[in-house]
Structure formats: structure tokens, C-alpha cells
């Protein structure tokens, strides 16, 4: 039975000193979520570089890198999913990399679509296969696997006929943290793609799309972006069946668009309606 839990991007914003990780944690905790997937680069001071370019991405990730995070997931009574880490931090050290997702409870080290890097180069996409499975064996040694979590660049195509994401999945036996949002947003059939990879679906990173208008707009044609659970039109609840067959957790994540603002509100919202249809599908 998946359980419900939300992406530490969404909330880096509001958990900037201790008392307000604590407080959002207790909030996450009392909307009916049971864990938070944490990121590296987000319990840990980083370096400016990586600071502007996770900015640049749209992802706020706040400034709670010198917090005691280990403390505080332990008094939240938080489970952590998997530990989002680069690929260079574990072909650098698996052991370590292992070991600090071990600490938080996590048995999965998650992967996500690479900064810089050519997905139009079918070379360079086999190459990141076998780099992939090659990272997984290592962390397998330590008691963690490693799950690749897409984006929407994922879905070119750098061969006729097959996306970047085909061949991860044709070439790699690791699992997979699917993001449907990403899916969707590159046309791609995101149910489909969940069926196919069916037990290697370790994860499920669910948001929804659609527009919000805050006035009259100038134009019928409108920018659609993320939303809160049930506000916009994916196809939320077939997803969710498909994901709760599989995953082990269902974790909600959105960088922005935050209704009022407010990430905390808006993780309430998804919240309610993710336990919900959980709930109905017990």
C-alpha cells in the first residue's frame, strides 16, 4: 500500500530555521502525509553554482542547509522515501551515498534529469544507461538501489522512433520515481508509460496541471502550469490506481504557482485530495 508524502523542493521556501521545519513538518503530518523525500543538495550547505542553477530551474530551495535534519525528521516521526543525490556523488562514493540515505531510513537514492547535459546525443544517452546501472550494482552492495526520476526533456526523441526515456527503460534494470506532470507536459501517454513499467515504478511524483486567473484574461489562450490536486485536468485518479499497484510512496511535488503563494497551503490541498482517493481505493 503506497503511502502519501510530499517533495522537500515544495517547502524549502518556509523551512529556513528549525522551528519552521518543525512547524511545516507538523502541518505536512497532520494533512494526513506520512513522509518527505528529501534532497542533498537541500540538507547540506551547497555552493552558489548549484544554488542559481536549481533557481534557474524554477525550484526554490530555500536556506535550511545547516539544519539539523536528521533531528528533525526523527521528531517529526517523518519516513523519508529516497534521498534525491547527483549521479557524480554516487559514482564518486557509493558507500557514502548509501550510507546517508541508510541514515534517514531511505532505501532508495533517486537520480534526477541532468543539468548540461546532451539528451539529444543517442551516444550520450546509451552512455547514461550504462552509468546508471552501473551506479546501481555499487549501491546494491550497501543495501540501497538506485530509481531515475524524468523531467520532460526525457521525452525527445534522439533516435527515430524511441525517447530518452524508452531507452533508460529498454537498457537499465534500475527503478524508476515516474513524474506524470513532466510526462504530460511533453505529450506523452504518462499512464501508459506507468504500465509499462509496472513493478519498476518504485515511486510516483504526482502534481497537477491546468491555469489559474486571477483576472480577466487578454487572451483565450492561456499558460497552463502546476496546481494543486483535483484544481486542473490531468487524469489524477487513473494515475493514482495505476501508481498505488506499485509504488511504495506517492509524493506530491510542485515548484511554483502555489495557491495564495503559499507552499504549505497548497500541500494541504493536494493533501486532502490524495488521502482521499487513497482512502476510496483502500
Request: charged content about 25%; glycine content about 8%; hydrophobic content about 40%.
Amino acid at each position: 500500500m503506497a503511502y502519501a508524502a510530499v517533495q522537500q523542493i515544495q517547502l524549502g521556501s518556509v523551512m529556513n530555521r528549525e522551528n519552521e521545519a518543525e512547524a511545516v513538518l507538523a502541518r505536512a503530518k497532520a494533512a494526513g502525509l506520512a513522509g518527505i523525500e528529501l534532497n542533498g543538495f537541500m540538507i547540506r550547505p551547497i555552493s552558489m553554482p548549484v544554488k542559481m542553477l536549481t533557481r534557474a530551474a524554477g525550484m526554490p530551495v530555500g536556506n535550511g542547509g545547516k539544519l539539523d535534519w536528521h533531528g528533525i525528521i526523527r521528531r517529526s516521526g517523518m519516513l523519508v522515501p529516497s534521498l534525491h543525490l547527483t549521479l557524480g556523488e554516487v559514482e564518486k562514493d557509493p558507500q557514502a551515498a548509501a550510507k546517508e540515505a541508510l541514515s534517514f531510513g531511505a532505501q532508495y537514492i533517486t537520480i534526477t534529469a541532468m543539468y548540461r547535459y546532451d539528451y539529444r546525443d543517442p551516444a550520450r544517452v546509451h552512455e547514461l544507461a550504462k552509468r546508471l546501472d552501473a551506479a546501481d550494482e555499487k549501491l546494491k552492495a550497501y543495501g540501497v538501489r538506485l530509481l531515475y526520476h524524468n523531467h520532460n526533456i526525457e521525452f525527445i526523441k534522439p533516435e527515430p522512433g524511441k525517447t530518452v526515456y524508452d531507452i533508460l527503460m529498454d537498457e537499465t534494470h534500475i527503478g524508476f520515481e515516474f513524474d506524470s506532470y513532466w510526462a504530460v507536459d511533453a505529450g506523452a501517454d504518462a499512464a501508459g508509460i506507468m504500465e509499462t513499467l509496472g513493478d519498476r515504478l518504485r515511486m510516483y511524483h504526482i502534481n497537477d496541471r491546468g491555469c489559474r486567473l486571477n483576472k480577466t484574461p487578454v487572451t483565450p489562450i492561456l499558460k497552463m502550469d502546476s496546481m494543486e490536486l483535483g484544481c486542473g485536468n490531468l487524469d489524477l485518479d487513473r494515475f493514482i490506481r495505476i501508481a498505488r499497484q506499485y509504488a511504495e510512496a506517492i509524493i506530491i511535488e510542485s515548484h511554483r504557482n502555489f495557491v495564495n503563494g503559499d507552499p504549505v497551503k497548497s500541500m494541504e490541498i493536494s493533501a486532502k485530495f490524495l488521502t482521499k482517493k487513497l482512502g476510496e481505493n483502500a
